[in-house]
């Protein structure tokens, strides 16, 4: 019969369970002794009666491998792990002060300088956690500790992955914590460190306005809302260089965030040592064009000069199953959530059976250099989560300049009724030229076939045209001074 754990309670006579630190739906932490080495330690044990569960077990196991190979002070060390009697236990070091949900539910907002040394902390641990292959996948203010004294220590690599390795979890399948999941985790895809980067910033932006910058009525809603809605900005009060640094860390699109945990905390150095940002590989140059003058909000709009009744919009289904737990960091109770996409997509998905076939895009910007020109083949890749982007300018007027665009090339000369544009953003104008092949100029193009203001996330613009070619033409791109564009499909 198996004996639980309990004050008192030796587990294979060396360690003495001394008192129960906390508790939660799948693991409780204990302030223990280890009476071999005469010392203090926190010990984590599994609950009984989810020990028969062997994917639950492997879980558990795999937190104690893969924190055990890791060694920095940013990190909780992870001593032993092992088996009595049925408990299985997980030995670590035991870190005397509050976790950071404490912190920032008794405290609220944090001054700026504690908010950026303890986000500069949790960046160092995972840096070191990612030149280990290791991602953690559940960066959440539960599994963060705040000490009065030393470094902030990451915790719980419960469900981290190791690259290059087997997952536990099926395909379509995501494991953490909803509310602090970057989009890819909430599309079900792959993540690699940057998603512990954009986590970070969630933190960061919940240290600095006391709220998480995503809302929803529920955990889902919450995680949803970042697939389509931007964040929601920082206090006015907070410096510039220090919304950059958070701006950065929550691009939709892992690929524009900051490339590293390294570059994530070289830049919160900077700022703490009073330096410009310094420049991170991949690191999108910014446009700083004087500002024309300030002209008032336009009327969401959409005009079609030959419309004919035709719109064929892409459906968005989030069909999710939802299945309730609890992870313990060391002295934190943390939410732990494993949502299932049910229809097996990682993102959204294009059926271009019924559409006009587009074989190659390019950037348009007859007015200066280039925009992004190795991003292109994203609007035309069936795959949201990929996406083309503009270069960053000073005001959401692209800096004075007419505009700047994209444009496909279809397969044949075909009739074109329809043209939707899928972004990440909102607030964005633009309009839709048709052309027998490309032009190098804009009067090459023609005159508009459509044009719309104010747009919102997902746009169809009605055409009645023919030709081989389709320019979307942005005069305007979101506050922010970019536009990230996903998908271009030509019906």
Known sequence: MTTAAAPGR???????????????????????????????????????????????RARFRNEAISAAGLAHPGIVTTYDTGE????????MELVEGPNLRTLLDERGPLPVPDALRIARGVAAALEEAHRSGIVHRDIKPANVLVPPNGPVKVTDFGIAKVSGKGDLTSAGTIVGTARYLAPEQVRGEPADGRADVYAVGLLFHEMLAGELPFHGDTEM??????????PDPLPASIPADVKAIEARCLEQIAGARWPSAHALAAAIDAVLRGDALPPAEGDPPTRTVAPPPPAAPPTPTTTAPRPRPHARRSGRAWPWAILGGIMLGAGAVGGYLILQELDKRGGDTIDPGDAAQIVSADDFDPFADVEHPELVDNVFDNDTSSAWRTETYSTPELGGKQGVGIYVVLDSTADVSSVEVLTNQSGWDAEIYVAASPATELSGWG????????????????LD??????????TRVPEGGRLEITEIRVG
Not at 221 to 230: C, D
Not at 465 to 474: D, H, I, K, N, R
């Open 10 to 56: 030796v587990l294979n006579n060396r360690y003495r369970l001394v008192e129960r630190l906390a508790r939660g739906g799948m693991a409780t932490v204990w302030v223990a002794e280890d009476t071999l080495l005469a010392r203090k330690v926190a010990v984590k044990t599994l609950h009984p009666e989810l020990s028969v569960d062997e994917g639950v």
């Open 84 to 91: 009595d009697d049925g408990v299985a236990y997980i030995v």
């Open 221 to 230: 809603g919450t995680a949803l809302a970042r697939l389509s809605m931007p």
């Open 447 to 462: 005159s508009p076939a459509a044009t719309g203001t104010s747009l919102g996330t997902s746009h169809v613009f009605d």
């Open 465 to 474: 045209e023919s030709g081989g070619a389709v320019l979307v033409w942005l």
